[in-house]
């Protein structure tokens, strides 16, 4: 186990309602009367329209809210249904999803991406930049290929490191509670930060985490690596119970 800070990440993705405050609530409740707050970075990413009600419920904040995606436009425009960078941090969001494999599959290119991460940036947003193979990438040995042209398309020594983290979520993971081997997982990880460094020239290396089927079973395997900086958290983010239990297994 390391000292070092770590993310727990939840990806609330279209659920929720006003209501659902008190899941919110009580998230908040258990990190601050478990002193955890120093060693933990908790963030629930959650639908617009709860990111302004959550903050303003909250009192004596101990975690964070961020939205899970935003349209590519910097300022105002004539871009029915979207919400822009600038929206989401008036709002006060402070974390923002970007490159989410299920916003690719619906054509979302790394293109887009990259113009959206740098709409986030100007507005002083954290990213978390998702970036995974799917299942036929992975069958072929194409996982690292896969990830560095993702990473390549989406980046460059203009983005700002201090504000990216970087989320391995492979396709093929997500809601079917299989998740890479630990060997595999830990090259994977390291591979993704070398590749930053080595191709963009920072010395601000951006935290890496994990997302996929994470739940309470697996977390002990996963909190075994090292390199492993946080975890990117769907459906178990939903869940006080789900949630506060792979924070506490991971610390068991």
């Known amino acids: 186990m390391t000292n070092k800070l770590k993310y727990f990440i ?37 639908p617009n329209i709860l990111i302004n009600f959550f903050i303003k419920k909250l009192k004596n904040k101990s975690i964070y809210i961020g939205a899970q995606n935003c349209h590519h436009q910097q300022d105002y425009g004539p871009f029915t249904g979207g919400v822009s960078a600038r929206m989401l ?27 959206k991460i740098i709409s986030a940036h100007n507005q002083k947003l954290n990213v978390i930049f998702c970036i995974g193979e799917s299942n036929k990438e992975k069958r072929s040995g194409k996982t690292f290929s896969a990830l560095s042209k993702q990473i390549k398309l989406s980046l460059d020594k203009k983005t ?3 504000k990216i983290i970087l989320a391995y979520e492979p396709i093929w993971s997500i809601g079917t509670n299989k998740i890479p081997n630990s ?13 930053i460094k080595k191709n963009f020239k920072t010395k601000k290396i951006p935290k890496v985490l ?16 090292y390199e492993i900086d946080g975890f990117l958290i769907g459906g178990a983010s939903q869940s006080v ?10 610390y068991k």
């Open 10 to 46: 939840g990806n609330w993705k279209m659920f929720g309602d006003f209501a659902s405050f008190k899941i919110i609530h009580k998230i908040n409740q258990y990190i601050q009367n478990n002193k955890i707050q120093k060693k933990n970075r908790i963030v629930l990413c959650v």
């Open 89 to 115: 941090k008036k709002m006060g969001a402070e974390y923002i999803i970007l490159g989410h494999s299920e916003n690719r599959l619906e054509g979302e290119t790394p293109k887009l991406i990259k113009k």
């Open 160 to 162: 700002n490191f201090n």
């Open 183 to 195: 060997n595999e997982l830990e090259k994977i990880i390291r591979f993704i930060k070398n590749n």
């Open 210 to 225: 994990y997302g996929g089927s994470v739940n309470s079973k697996n977390i002990k395997i996963l909190s075994s690596i």
């Open 241 to 250: 119970k789900k949630f506060i239990d792979i924070i506490k297994k991971y």
